[in-house]
């Protein structure tokens, strides 16, 4: 069974570009969440979609946006690139009933630097 | 948000139990208790999950306490792969995200 794919790996990016991050959910999984990882900050909740709404958002600024596609697939977008915006992004997918306890399934992550 | 208090970091040797605690006095009755691991360069790892009796699957167990206001990961024969940080997390599934702390940083010693 496919794990959750996160495209690209790497990604390097001048302060002031915008970047697209994308995240295929495990088949059936309804729900997507995102996290950026700092080696200061830890693991941080960007915001999680489930069925194309946003369910929560984290504490971060609106230069930080997501969307979640009809197939669950989902992307996030920063804009107007910091240094400090440089983390690994990682991707989550769960079944997402809202009901119940259930795991989620992380992706690999997406390594941003901006320079 | 509930918070959960773990010890910054531990040491086990290889081969034997780990017992990685974790305290949530302030846990509401529809929180489950979840543990996810994080091995080093690799996005974080589903362990366990539970509400409120004790919990076992291939990878661990889980022992909450009768009030549930603690609950402990027991890794039954530790190995070099799981040395990881262990996060300890509380998560209604009504309506709120999966929110990391910082996690015990376990070493296991050959």
């Known amino acids: 069974k496919a794990g959750v794919t996160q495209t690209p790996r790497y990604l390097i990016k001048t302060r002031g570009q915008q970047v697209t991050l994308s995240c295929s959910p495990i088949?059936?999984?309804?729900?997507v969440s995102w996290y950026q990882q700092t080696p200061g900050q830890g693991l941080q909740f960007l915001f999680e979609y489930f069925s194309e709404t946003q369910r929560n958002k984290g504490n971060f600024p609106g230069r930080f946006s997501g969307r979640q596609f009809s197939n669950s697939r989902s992307e996030m977008n920063v804009s107007t690139l910091e240094l400090g915006d440089s983390a690994l992004y990682l991707c989550?997918?769960?079944w997402g009933s809202g009901t119940g306890g259930y795991g989620y399934t992380f992706g690999s992550g997406t390594r941003l630097t901006v320079v | 948000d509930a918070k959960t208090t773990q010890p910054n970091s531990m040491e086990s040797n290889e081969e034997e139990p780990v017992h990685l605690p974790c305290n949530h006095s302030t846990i509401s009755g529809t929180d489950y208790i979840h543990w996810y691991r994080q091995l080093p360069s690799q996005g974080p790892e589903y362990v366990i999950h539970?509400?409120?009796s004790n919990v076992n699957n291939r990878m661990a167990s889980l022992a909450i306490a009768e009030d549930r206001k603690s609950s402990t990961l027991i890794l039954h024969r530790a190995t070099l792969r799981d040395a990881a940080v262990y996060y300890c997390i509380l998560r209604d599934p009504r309506n709120t995200p999966l929110v990391f702390g910082k996690g015990t940083r376990l070493s296991v010693i050959a």
């Open positions: 539970g509400l409120t």
């Open positions: 989550a997918s769960s």
């Open positions: 088949s059936g999984h309804r729900s």
